[in-house]
């Protein structure tokens, strides 16, 4: 018997979303998960005064050159912090590609499962590497 637990309801990340009633909004299952892989991959280290060492610090990338060394390192803080700081999922994997339309940017692609339920999700954004 495995015991599965329902993800938890969390305010949503920006804060600022308002209901009409007045009170906050509140995300559930994959946005929850969405937006804070989100936050941790675009806070830097030392950003939280409670928590110094949360966080990717995928900016510090910016004004790095965009070749292989670059996309590697770039993958691996993902793996590493998602690993770390969310554990609601399992990351299967991580691609860092150049976009095509500008050599200056890249494509970051997550593949991972829900740990609650196993099921396949996504996340990709974009990074611009502004060289």
Request: charged share 20%.
């Amino acid at each position: 018997m495995t015991l599965r637990t329902p993800v938890p309801k969390v305010i949503s990340w920006p804060l600022g979303s308002i209901n009409s009633d007045g009170s906050l909004s509140w995300s559930e299952d994959d946005n929850s998960i969405r937006e804070n892989m989100l936050n941790i991959l675009l806070t830097r280290p030392g950003e939280r005064i409670q928590r110094p060492e949360f966080g990717a610090g995928l900016l510090k990338f910016i004004h790095q050159p965009n070749n292989e060394t670059t996309r590697n390192l770039i993958a691996g803080v993902v793996k590493k912090s998602l690993s770390v700081w969310e554990t609601r999922v399992q990351v299967d994997g991580v691609d860092v590609t150049t976009a095509k339309d500008n050599l200056a940017e890249v494509h970051i692609n997550i593949r991972y499962r829900l740990r609650h339920n196993q099921t396949p999700a996504s996340l990709g954004l974009r990074l611009n590497l502004g060289v």
